[in-house]
């Protein structure tokens, strides 16, 4: 497809329970973007890939919380022992950081999680 | 480090009335600066961005916005809303190459018949 997809669009877990969220980024672009958006808030930054770069992880907010980018594409979230504050929509976006910079963020439909 | 305020979280206009919806940044360098908006139950879609060619930048669906440096401003506007310009708009910064993107916390536009 042409735009970010994210897997899968709605997740019901319960508390405790790890989960995994996926994103498929636009083909060829070098960057990624994780962020958590709560009910009537914000995007909150949780992690970003850039090409080959080490990840900036500042955004995480726990240790229970990883994601990895495998061969430069495809990204997978993970949440350990996933809390009720966990409950969010969960987004994605790739960049094709363009040389100078300054390029726009594709985000794809998100991933809803509920915590039960 | 890069900060942005949208200083409503909430507007409230009629059809066919102007809209301004207000940000600050915050930043070190020169950013780019973006708009985004988020209708009900669907993903972020860019309105516009400003990468230091043109002080006014044109968007989709008839907005626009105005880059004043020394106001630290880049606020929202349209000349004449539309009952489907009812969403969620967040306005975005960026240092640049690399650098993260950061989101305010977002202004509800809301559109009275």
């Known amino acids: 497809g042409a735009g970010v997809s994210q897997s899968p669009s709605n997740k019901v877990t319960e508390k405790g329970k790890d989960v995994e969220l996926r994103c498929d980024p636009i083909?060829?672009?070098?960057?990624l973007y994780w962020y958590r958006q709560s009910l009537g808030q914000g995007l909150e930054f949780l992690i970003y890939?850039?090409?080959?770069?080490?990840?900036?992880k500042s955004g995480l907010p726990s240790d229970r919380f990883s994601a990895e980018r495998t061969g430069g594409s495809v990204s997978t979230l993970t949440i350990q022992r996933t809390q009720q504050e966990d409950s969010a929509v969960y987004l994605c976006?790739?960049?094709?950081?363009?040389?100078?910079?300054?390029?726009?963020?594709?985000f794809g439909a998100g991933t809803r999680l509920s915590v039960l | 480090a890069q900060s942005v305020t949208q200083l409503d979280s909430h507007v409230s206009v009629s059809e066919g009335t102007p809209v301004l919806l207000r940000c600050n940044y915050s930043?070190?360098?020169?950013?780019?600066l973006f708009w985004y908006v988020q209708h009900p139950n669907k993903g972020l879609q860019l309105l516009l961005k400003?990468?230091?060619?043109?002080?006014l930048v044109k968007g989709i669906n008839g907005f626009e916005a105005e880059f004043k440096k020394s106001e630290t401003s880049f606020h929202l506007t349209k000349p004449s809303a539309h009952m489907s310009d009812a969403a969620e708009y967040f306005c975005v910064v960026s240092e640049g190459y690399g650098q993260n993107f950061v989101f305010g916390p977002g202004t509800r536009l809301s559109v009275l018949p």
């Open positions: 083909s060829g672009h070098t960057a």
């Open positions: 976006a790739s960049s094709p950081i363009q040389m100078g910079g300054r390029d726009i963020q594709y």
């Open positions: 930043s070190s360098y020169s950013p780019s």
């Open positions: 400003y990468t230091s060619a043109a002080t």
């Open positions: 890939f850039q090409g080959n770069s080490a990840p900036d």
